[in-house]
């Protein structure tokens, strides 16, 4: 008997992604800061209370699937359609049959709107005196930012909740009961799964629930082929499904360590080449970009610094265009902010400087801010000399006057934490701070003499 002759006994060709929606909140995994034991949904299914509400989710995350069991639970005639599809004339026609069904059964009616953001203004302004009246219970979904797509007024009658990509964990458990369900899964088969073969679905998958189920089915589709298979998943069916090798890469242990730490020296090392190319390796094995981005953010300031201080904002602004764009398009942003900082000027000079401070600070304890630069905003503080004696830089010329602002115990020497390099920019910097510090230090000759 092959693998899917139980399957096609029982005439159900839907694919596995919807034979395995969950029926129930209790079957529902994942999104634990929605469906909490005492959150907002679950209290008012429980008391048959539900309210329109806006699934602000990316694709696979779980939104219609959610929207049906909340129909199913609170007893309500369930209306789906698409706003692709739909426009308001079909409106116009879910209102009247949800009048009718209230009218003889009291029974309310729950309108399902699929990509919500997608009705224009008219069609959406065809929901308002409903959803205002308590006639539909209105539930949209959408996967942009619902305050750009969707109209005010309409807004402010719904609650927006936030589906968040499926964790690994959660990913992994769907596709466990996938396997295991005998009812609409792949239970009665008994399959196996590689450890490799399920990670490697579940990083290809990306936070996507219907993507992760799609892909199983495809490699045990495989498997089904393959006589030697032995009723094993393995990782090489889900290579072939996906169409994706499963790069030798462990996000949360060593192999993970060590491709970041090379891409770090690479970028330290002043190597574009070397660090574009373990940037690929990270991305293509499943690497979340957005820790990368924050690794590139670090490097700027602890290696770059000063010596160039626009990497810093180059780095940040590849965050945000990843932000904008996703993948694979946003991952261009990240390359290009990891040439920009391999071919940078180097200075951990700011890194050692703060460490010292640190250090410092350990070392002396709260030390008292000096009197000529505290603040004085009353009487009292005046009178105990607050602000006495303070110079404003920008009554002199270049907006500079020597004076001191270190506690009196860090002055000289012990004070001088920051060392530019003579690289960059910084060397600039590191000549500005030379003719302050000599400044100060003929002032000090000055008023010693007088």
């Not at 500079?400 to 934490?417: A, S, V």
């Amino acid at each position: 008997m092959d693998l899917f002759d139980q399957q096609d006994r029982k005439n159900d060709n839907r694919p596995l992604a919807d034979r395995m929606r969950p029926r129930s909140l209790d079957e529902y995994v994942g999104q634990g800061h929605l469906l909490g034991a005492d959150s907002l949904l679950r209290r008012a299914v429980a008391e048959d209370r539900l309210f329109s509400v806006i699934f602000w989710g990316p694709p696979g995350s779980g939104k219609t699937t959610l929207a049906r069991i909340l129909a199913g639970e609170t007893k309500s005639h369930f209306i789906g359609f698409s706003a692709v599809l739909s426009g308001v004339k079909e409106i116009r026609a879910v209102v009247d049959e949800a009048a009718e069904l209230w009218r003889l059964h009291r029974r309310r009616t729950i309108l399902f709107v699929d990509e919500i953001h997608r009705f224009n203004k008219s069609q959406q302004d065809a929901f308002l005196p409903h959803v205002e009246s308590g006639l539909i219970t209105l539930i949209g979904a959408t996967t942009e930012n619902p305050s750009f797509e969707v109209i005010s007024p309409l807004l402010s009658r719904m609650r927006v909740l936030t589906l968040k990509p499926f964790t690994e964990e959660d990913l992994a458990r769907i596709v466990r009961n996938a396997l295991a369900d005998r009812e609409r899964g792949f239970g009665a088969l008994g399959l196996e799964i590689e450890p490799e073969a399920l990670t490697h679905i579940v990083w290809s998958a990306d936070g996507d629930a219907r993507t992760a189920l799609n892909s199983l089915e495809a490699a045990v589709s495989l498997a089904d082929m393959a006589a030697e298979s032995g009723r094993r998943v393995t990782r090489a069916f889900v290579e072939e499904a996906i169409q994706k090798k499963a790069l030798q890469y462990d996000k949360s242990g060593e192999e993970h360590y060590n491709i970041i730490s090379a891409l770090h020296k690479s970028l330290r090392g002043s190597d574009p080449d070397a660090a574009l190319y373990w940037l690929g390796r990270m991305l293509m094995a499943g690497e979340d970009p957005l820790y990368i981005a924050r690794r590139l953010i670090r490097f700027a300031s602890e290696d770059v610094g000063n010596a160039d201080p626009r990497a810093l904002t180059v780095a940040i602004d590849a965050m945000q265009a990843y932000h904008f764009l996703g993948s694979p398009e946003g991952e261009l942003a990240l390359a290009q902010a990891t040439v920009y900082l391999a071919t940078a000027s180097k200075s951990n000079a700011l890194y050692a400087g703060y460490g010292q401070v640190r250090a410092t600070i350990e070392k002396t304890g709260t030390l008292p801010v000096p009197l000529h630069i505290r603040n004085a905003p009353t009487r009292l503080m005046k009178e105990l000399d607050y602000g006495k004696g303070y110079l404003y830089a920008h009554d002199f010329t270049d907006a500079y006057i020597p004076q001191e602002y270190l506690p009196d115990e860090l002055r000289g020497k012990g004070g001088r934490f920051y060392r530019p390099t003579d690289r960059g920019y910084e060397k600039i910097i590191g000549e500005r701070i030379e003719q302050w510090r000599q400044m100060r230090e003929a002032n000090a000759v000055k008023q010693r003499k007088s």
